[in-house]
């Protein structure tokens, strides 16, 4: 009774942080020993313990690198399972957590209500139930849309059990970013050329990859449009700050990283080269999209030319934008960035973006998450290079920014990773997933904070 007691003592000291990050890890462990049961494993498949733990980390942490094929590997049993921790990671824990309290009928504390805040980067605290159901609503619609669209394709393909199972698995890891899929080791590559699944996928990508709030905010310019309170013209303009921020540069990374890929694939025989004009269009579009911390691909990784996988390499590591499935420092971290930057060579005192300042603390937070993102990208790689001596560097450096991203795309390391290696690549996912901020404020020791008006003294360093 006592240590009864003195768990649950320890465990209400826990910040939100660290209850983000032990949640997700026991989700994993759990997850792992459930597909390390034979009864997950197709008939004639063994499941190793690192395999196991390996998917179920790929899954939660919705990354999509998978050392053993999904549609041959795992029974149905197995896939059910990985599609249940696929759609955990995606809503993530709190709001599983807020589901069952609400199905309950159980009054969700202060302190729950607070680790609600602050797991969605909210600024207030009101109204945190609702703002979970919006969550699964949005979540859960976008899904059955998703499977809807798909079905026209896979039911004609595949009948009408098997084309509905893939559609909904397929639909719920497009919209969570997992980027796993039942079509075997060539993902979306047979699909290549259709513009329903291509289209279908992307537009799963792109919604989750642009946050809820985004949604929110539009939604409520949009709903004024309708009852004639506003002009269309003016829905961009009547925006918040972050949703600008998140559509200006979810644009110009899209259209941006597909022009580039267009134009360096254009004549590669191995990649664009050999589709027509528009085909090549979709599958260009369809790789910036992907590489937003998806994972589906319809043109094998390691066929693109050299330009194109540094343009890659900088798109995964960006990723999408917060509050929303997708993985990366987030595109809002970026801009805060440049933004910055321009203010510094302007001379500006402030950081401003469409006419509003920003405040200096999301400019730590966004050095912080960026800071902490490349550092661990560059730890993490330098293990894998030890580890793998004899995989080549660019296989191993596209590896870990697809596996600190959660993007979930491979030049092919993943199934031939050695034991330590995908031990490495699962800690990476984890990293990934939880995110860099979150990971530093559960495992840094905070100082005790100064007085405000207290500054220390002041000496010159020189720079440059």
Not at 30 to 58: E, H, K, N, R, V
Not at 227 to 256: D, E, N, Q
Request: glycine share 10%.
């Amino acid at each position: 009774m006592h240590i009864k007691k003195q768990f649950r003592s320890r465990l209400h000291e826990l910040n939100t942080s660290q209850i983000i990050a032990l949640g997700f890890a026991g989700v994993i462990f759990i997850g792992g020993l459930i597909l390390w049961l034979p009864f997950c494993a197709a008939p004639g498949q063994t499941t190793s313990f690192s395999d196991a733990m390996f998917t179920a980390a790929t899954s939660v942490c919705v990354t999509g690198l998978v050392t053993v094929t999904t549609a041959t590997h795992w029974s149905l049993a197995g896939k059910i399972v990985i599609l249940l921790l696929i759609q955990i990671g995606g809503i993530g824990l709190i709001a599983l957590a807020s589901l069952i309290f609400i199905g309950l009928r159980k009054k969700i504390s202060l302190r729950n209500r607070r680790i609600i805040q602050e797991s969605y980067n909210l600024d207030k605290m009101g109204g945190m139930v609702n703002v979970v159901r919006r969550v699964l609503f949005c979540v859960f619609g976008a899904e059955a849309i998703g499977a809807v669209c798909y079905s026209f394709c896979f039911i004609p393909e595949y009948g009408v059990l098997k084309g509905i199972w893939k559609s909904v698995f397929t639909a719920v890891s497009a919209f969570c970013n997992a980027g796993i899929d039942l079509f075997g080791d060539n993902s979306l590559a047979g699909y290549a050329e259709n513009p329903l699944v291509n289209f279908t996928t992307m537009g799963l990508i792109i919604m989750a990859g642009l946050g809820f709030t985004v949604w929110w905010d539009l939604w409520g310019n949009i709903r004024k449009v309708f009852k004639g309170k506003m002009p269309l013209r003016r829905v961009y303009k009547c925006l918040r700050l972050h949703s600008k921020i998140v559509l200006a540069m979810t644009g110009i990374l899209i259209f941006g990283g597909a022009f580039l890929i267009f134009v360096f694939d254009f004549n590669n025989p191995d990649s664009l080269g050999t589709l027509p004009l528009g085909s090549k269009l979709m599958a260009a579009l369809f790789q910036s999209v992907t590489t937003r911390t998806a994972g589906f691909f319809t043109i094998a990784q390691d066929k693109f030319s050299s330009a194109s996988v540094l343009i890659c390499l900088f798109l995964m590591f960006v990723g999408g934008s917060p509050m929303g499935t997708a993985g990366g420092v987030k595109t809002t971290s970026l801009a805060v960035m440049l933004l910055s930057l321009k203010s510094s060579l302007l001379g500006k005192r402030d950081v401003e973006a469409c006419n509003r300042r920003i405040r200096e603390g999301y400019l730590r937070s966004a050095m912080v998450v960026v800071c902490m993102g490349f550092g661990a990208l560059f730890f993490m790689t330098m293990l894998l290079c030890a580890a793998m001596p004899g995989a080549s560097f660019v296989d191993v450096i596209y590896e870990m920014t697809s596996a600190i991203a959660t993007v979930g795309l491979s030049r092919g390391l993943t199934p031939n990773l050695n034991t330590v290696g995908k031990w490495i690549v699962i800690i990476t996912m984890y990293l990934g997933r939880i995110g860099p901020l979150t990971l530093g404020a559960a495992v840094v020791v905070r100082a005790q904070k100064r007085p405000d008006n207290s500054h220390l003294a002041e000496e010159d360093v020189m720079i440059g």
